[in-house]
């Protein structure tokens, strides 16, 4: 069954960055598009950045510049740079297989002074 294990979150200052990794299994992973979603306290989750089996790439308005999004094949894992983070970037973050309803148990970011 699809497995996704979301690592790499943590508390950084505003103006830092963090790397997020999504590994995945269950399914074939080169087949896949990927997507990072994140859910704030009080709000709903939203889709922050996606990257299809081909390589396209899509953001949120709220990440352009700042977050890069990628995938490695041959490991079966997802990634999301984010860089030059806000206390607005707080959130749990989770990754997802394009067009199936599964969730890791997500990471948290906290970007705070």
């Known amino acids: 069954q699809v497995q996704l294990v979301e690592s790499g979150g943590g508390l950084v200052q505003p103006g830092g960055s963090l790397r997020l990794s999504c590994a995945a299994s269950g399914f074939t992973f080169s087949s896949a598009g990927m997507s990072w979603y994140r859910q704030a306290p009080g709000k709903e989750r939203e889709l922050v950045a996606k990257?299809?089996?081909?390589?396209?790439?899509n953001y949120a308005d709220s990440v352009k510049g700042r977050f890069t999004i990628s995938r490695d094949n041959a490991k079966n894992a997802a990634y999301l740079q984010m860089n030059s983070l806000k206390p607005e970037d707080t959130a749990v973050y989770y990754c997802?297989?394009?067009?199936?309803?599964?969730w890791g148990q997500g990471t948290q970011v906290t970007v705070s002074s």
């Open positions: 997802n297989v394009i067009g199936i309803a599964k």
């Open positions: 990257i299809s089996a081909g390589g396209t790439i």
